[in-house]
């Protein structure tokens, strides 16, 4: 009996092993080789293979929302090999990297992601307004600490959005009034 409730635990970790490894490459892989990699076969191919990967990809998306320069640069570069929830994903992940990293997002989105789309917020807001409004005012605190100059306009651009996309959201969950 002792033999056979070890071959099970064998067997049971060596297919959970297995599976962690199938993941877990690609979740380890870093912006920097995704990076080589959307050079070597295009942006298309590269985003094709990470989207059908969905843990992958979300663990692609909460790197870029991290605001982390070199995942900013690598959803720069996927843009071009995006469509439909792919691109509506990557620029919902630069939305949050404002958050994070406002100076580098603004200094380098455009003209990939232009800036009176991005800074409007979600494609898809949070499921409530409390939620939703929290992200937008989030960014906004975020862009009020930018001090360069050479950022103003930009950062002017996206907070004139930002109250757009407040406005958007009262009508997605309608609300009325200021």
Not at 23 to 45: C, F, I, M, Y
Not at 112 to 133: D, F, I, N, Q, W
Request: hydrophobic letters at 45%; one cysteine or more; a positive charge.
């Amino acid at each position: 009996m002792l033999s056979r409730l070890t071959l099970l635990l064998c067997l049971v970790t060596c297919a959970l092993v297995s599976l962690a490894a199938e993941v877990s490459p690609l979740a380890q892989t870093t912006a920097h080789k995704l990076l080589d990699e959307v050079e070597q076969n295009g942006a298309r191919n590269t985003v094709q293979r990470l989207y059908e990967n969905r843990p992958v990809w979300t663990k692609i998306l909460e790197n870029i929302a991290s605001g982390q320069r070199q995942w900013i640069d690598l959803a720069l570069s996927l843009k071009a090999g995006s469509g439909g929830g792919a691109s509506i994903d990557l620029r919902d992940a630069m939305f949050r990297a404002l958050a994070r990293n406002p100076s580098y997002v603004l200094g380098h989105a455009q003209p990939t992601y232009p800036l009176a789309m991005l800074c409007l917020g979600r494609a898809a807001p949070l499921p409530t307004y409390k939620e939703a409004v929290a992200e937008l005012e989030a960014v906004k605190s975020a862009l009020d600490k930018i001090q360069a100059e050479e950022l103003r306009y930009k950062k002017d651009l996206c907070l004139a959005e930002l109250q757009e996309g407040r406005a958007r959201l009262r009508r997605f969950f309608g609300l009325v009034g200021p």
